[in-house]
């Protein structure tokens, strides 16, 4: 699993021009499943998005997780995280699960998501043309692959 992770003072997805979720602080999480992602892979990534210090404290520094700064998550699936560039000027993305897979693992990634910030996860719809919104905060954006373990 591939993840796009944005810190934002405020964030939503639309489709059909109705929003489908929306947050204030917290994190923006694009998420795109391959294959071969397992529930181990679900388990890692959101262990680590939940625990990760990316908000800052009194000091400055960034030592603060979205759940102790009382942050939301925001989800959105993003098949086009697995893009193949190398050869030609249309991606491919033939790395990207399809629905079968795709699809209960990235149920299971917002299951494991709530579970681990104790509280609920806002999200697109999976499949759907999505207009996402937000203002991110710092910037900081965190790229992580599951593969990887970064």
Excluded: C
């Excluded at 993305?93 to 990235?106: E, M, S």
């Excluded at 697109?124 to 965190?142: C, H, K």
Aim: charged share 30%.
């Amino acid at each position: 699993m591939k993840a796009v992770v944005q810190r934002t003072t405020r964030a939503e997805v639309r489709i059909n021009d109705k929003v489908s979720g929306a947050i204030g602080l917290g994190l923006v999480v694009l998420v795109g499943i391959m294959d071969e992602d397992t529930e181990e892979d679900v388990r890692w990534l959101s262990r680590k998005i939940s625990m990760m210090r990316i908000f800052e404290d009194e000091q400055g520094k960034m030592n603060r997780s979205v759940k102790d700064v009382d942050g939301r998550i925001l989800m959105v699936s993003q098949f086009t995280l697995h893009a193949l560039t190398r050869k030609g000027n249309r991606p491919s993305f033939i790395r990207a699960a399809g629905p079968g897979v795709a699809i209960p693992l990235y149920e299971a990634f917002k299951k494991q998501l709530e579970t681990d910030t104790g509280s609920a996860v806002e999200s697109g719809e999976f499949g759907a043309y999505m207009e996402v919104d937000l203002v991110n905060d710092g910037p900081v954006t965190i790229i992580m692959d599951s593969k990887n373990k970064e």
